[in-house]
């Protein structure tokens, strides 16, 4: 899989603050594919070792209904762009990129471990990438950026709404009853019922998504046959 759309990494904080405002103008909160038509979905996560400095980007693509590995690549590079909040996608985004170059399937979903329109500029780093691909994409992730939201009662399956600056831009959805919800939100083709729908039914008996945590496995895989090294 590659981009479809050119896009320059190489640039400064304030740069990158004004290409996501540029970028987001092409986001679709809209549609996506429903649960019982997915066929193969990608998860992708990153790990960083500080003492190296080096990503180590995970892309690993599923079948389902059996969440069985169709096909998994990975890629590492050294970290370009510092840790900034907000501007994920331009430290980990080009190493995704590279690890996706190696997947000969496309998938029809992509689900990040990170934020999707929940940002403050409404592009994290699922909107991003998914736009970049133009892929059907949401982000699911264990914390929050921004927003405000109601607690969701504790059942399975509940969810409340998440709010920024007024407006819609995700969920705070309970994915095992009496565990930690997660934060569920578009990133790219996909509308916010249906990323929850989505993030919902690609959870098994864990609080994370079945394609993340396979996803961060090799990521964490990666990085230990480094240190091995």
Same mark, same amino acid.
């Given at each position: 899989?590659? #981009? =479809?759309? #050119?896009?320059?990494? %190489?640039? /400064? #904080?304030?740069?990158?603050?004004?290409l996501q405002e540029e970028l987001r103008s092409r986001v =679709? +909160?809209?549609g996506g594919p429903g649960a019982d038509a997915l066929r193969t979905v990608a998860g992708l996560d +990153? /790990?960083?070792?500080?003492r190296k400095g080096l990503l180590f980007a995970a892309v690993v693509v599923l079948r389902l209904p059996r969440f069985a590995v169709v096909e998994e690549a990975g890629a590492v590079l050294p970290a370009n762009f510092p840790y900034v909040p907000g501007l994920l996608a331009?430290? @980990?985004? #080009?190493? !995704? !990129?590279?690890? !996706? @170059? %190696?997947i000969q399937a496309v998938p029809d979903l992509l689900v990040f471990d990170g934020q999707g329109i929940a940002h403050p500029r409404g592009l994290g780093i699922a909107s991003h990438l998914g736009v970049l691909l133009h892929r059907p994409s949401i982000g699911v992730a264990k914390s929050l950026l921004v927003g405000t939201y109601d607690e969701p009662p504790p059942e399975?399956?509940?969810y409340s709404r998440l709010f920024y600056q007024g407006r819609p831009v995700g969920a705070v959805l309970?994915?095992?009853t009496g565990r930690k919800p997660v934060f569920v939100s578009p990133g790219h083709l996909v509308g916010i019922e249906e990323a =929850?729908? !989505?993030a919902l039914a690609l959870c098994g008996r864990y609080r994370l998504p079945e394609p993340v945590r396979a996803a961060h496995s090799l990521s964490r895989r990666l990085f230990q046959a480094y240190q091995a090294d």
């Open positions: 899989m590659r #981009p =479809v759309i #050119p896009f320059t990494w %190489k640039t /400064s #904080p304030a740069a990158a603050r004004q =679709v +909160v809209q +990153v /790990s960083f070792c500080r331009f430290r @980990e985004g #080009p190493a !995704l !990129l590279k690890a !996706l @170059e %190696k399975r399956g509940a309970r994915t095992q =929850v729908g !989505l």
